[in-house]
């Protein structure tokens, strides 16, 4: 029998090679992607025969940024991500309260319905989408993109939120009651300050969300000047010949940075919006 020390070390050498597995694996690309972002016109057909450029070079990024399109897809993904969140937060903070805080018939089973939506796939309702949004003279709107961003994300945002108004004392609530306040009121002076942790980890799991989104402005947007980033990177490689990988792969990594950064920055947060219901929900 192997005693608890020699079982907790292969233990932790397991889930060290599972993490290194997972490094290579995600970070691998990223990396290659790196390689080809630094190369100039004429190592780009070295391939796999040199993945450190001889001559590096950071002309690829200053050309993109100092394109026209690409600054604007920039913004355009940076608009439609962050009002979709906020949009996110707006609907689903008070059902997040009203699950957390009212007892009614089957809010167990409603939760799960309201989980099996998020499992839908736009590509499901892409068809319907169109001519629901083209009837109501949405296309090219950013304004009809936001509103899909929306309903996509309010069920997960609606689960986040529900487990840490969870872990806030009712008797809080009660005491607000007590003193007066209705019940909106103890909503928005008591517990959505309280729950500020876990309204910042849902924005930004949102926002990254949004970011990266492509089918639904691919569907709804075909003006290139309201593009975002995520259509706005299949654009430009269609644009771009053989010469010109490096531009696209510094376009690439330009577009997928910031979530990066913004995940490792934040993702002691994120990873308590995650798990804030495993204790009590």
């Known amino acids: 029998m192997m005693s608890g020390r020699v079982q907790a070390r292969i233990g932790d050498a397991f889930s060290y090679l599972f993490i290194l597995g997972s490094l290579v694996f995600f970070g691998g690309p990223l990396m290659w ?13 070295l391939g796999a025969a040199r993945f450190i450029p001889k001559h590096p070079t950071l002309d690829n990024f200053i050309a993109v940024l100092s394109s026209n399109q690409f600054p604007t897809y920039l913004w ?25 805080r009212f007892q009614m018939r089957g809010k167990g089973l409603w939760m799960m319905l309201l989980l099996a939506v998020q499992m839908i796939s736009p ?18 709107s950013h304004w009809g993109a936001i509103m899909v961003y929306i309903a996509l994300g309010v069920p997960l945002v609606t689960w986040l939120l529900k487990g840490f108004i969870d872990g806030i004392p009712v008797s809080l609530d009660e005491a607000a009651l007590i003193d007066g306040c209705n019940r909106f009121t103890a909503f928005w002076r008591i517990v ?34 309201m593009t975002p980033i ?43 919006a995650m798990t804030a219901g495993a204790v009590k929900g």
């Open 33 to 45: 992607l790196l390689s080809l972002a630094l190369r100039g016109r004429k190592e780009i057909y």
């Open 76 to 100: 355009n993904g940076l608009k439609l991500s962050t009002l979709g969140a906020l949009g996110c937060l707006i609907v689903a903070a008070p059902a997040a309260y009203a699950f957390s």
């Open 123 to 140: 590509l499901v309702i892409m068809v319907p989408l169109y001519r629901y949004m083209s009837s109501l003279n949405l296309i090219d």
């Open 192 to 225: 959505l300050p309280l729950a500020a942790p876990g309204i910042a980890s849902a924005f930004i799991i949102t926002v990254i969300t949004g970011w990266s989104q492509f089918l639904v402005p691919f569907l709804l947007i075909t003006k290139e000047s």
């Open 230 to 272: 995520a259509v706005g990177i299949f654009n430009y490689a269609g644009s771009q010949n053989d010469s010109s990988m490096q531009l696209l792969a510094a376009a690439c990594l330009i577009s997928v940075v910031p979530a990066i950064v913004a995940f490792l920055t934040l993702q002691r947060f994120i990873l308590g």
